[in-house]
């Protein structure tokens, strides 16, 4: 995410939380809807050059407002910057374990 620019990058561990739905997410947010799904294509890319997996579920690439995906035990969001501020997803589980990364 960093490689493309991605912006305020953060995994957030939710395995101690009971009700969550996956072990992890992955937070990052970008500028424009252009960014947005390029940093979402190379996530992709990644995923499944290093770990041979694609998403279990992709959405949000028809807007590149906020996508999402669901690798199952890992759940990436990458925002447009402005609806990571609205929406406040990190917020939610304010008691759980971050990493932030940073260049």
Known sequence: MLDKKGER????DLRK????ISDYFVVCSAPSTTQVCAIADYVEEKMW????????????KENGIWVILDYGEIVVHVFQ?????FYRLE?????AKRTNFTD
């Open 9 to 12: 990058v953060l995994s957030i």
């Open 49 to 60: 050059e290093l770990a041979k997996i694609d998403p279990v579920r992709k959405q949000g």
């Open 17 to 20: 939380i009971g009700t969550a």
């Open 81 to 85: 910057s402005q609806y990571r501020d």
């Open 91 to 95: 917020d939610l589980w304010a008691d």
